[in-house]
C-alpha cells in the first residue's frame, strides 16, 4: 500500500517496500533431489507430477526438484547427436 510521508509541508504519495515471502515450491513430506542441467542453454519447465516450475540457466546449473517430478526429466527423450557421437542426457541427477 502507498502511504504520505511529509517532506518540507509537501505531502508526496511514498511507495512502501515490498513484503518478501519464502517459501518452499516442493510439497511438504516430498524431499527434493537436485538435477544438473548437461546442455548450454536456459531450460523453464514444468514438473510433470507437480506442476511446479522449474528453471535451469545455462549447462551446470543445479535445481531442487520434487522428487516425484524427476522420473519425467531423467527419461526425456536425448537431443539426437551427429557424426555418430552417443547423445548426452539433458540431466544427471546429483546423489548425496
Known amino acids: ?21 519464502e517459501f518452499d515450491l516442493t510439497d511438504e513430506g516430498y524431499p527434493s533431489k537436485s538435477l544438473v542441467l548437461t546442455k548450454d542453454l536456459i531450460l523453464k519447465s514444468t ?8 528453471v535451469w540457466n545455462g549447462a ?15 527419461n526425456r527423450p536425448r537431443p539426437k547427436s551427429c557424426c555418430g557421437s552417443v547423445p548426452t542426457p539433458y540431466f544427471v541427477l546429483l546423489e548425496g
Open 47 to 54: 514438473g510433470a507430477v507437480t506442476g511446479n516450475l522449474y
Open 60 to 74: 551446470g546449473s543445479v535445481v531442487d526438484v520434487d522428487e516425484r517430478d524427476i522420473p519425467a526429466f531423467l
Open 1 to 21: 500500500m502507498a502511504g504520505r510521508s511529509a517532506n518540507s509541508g509537501n505531502s508526496k504519495w511514498v511507495k512502501d517496500e515490498p513484503e518478501v515471502i
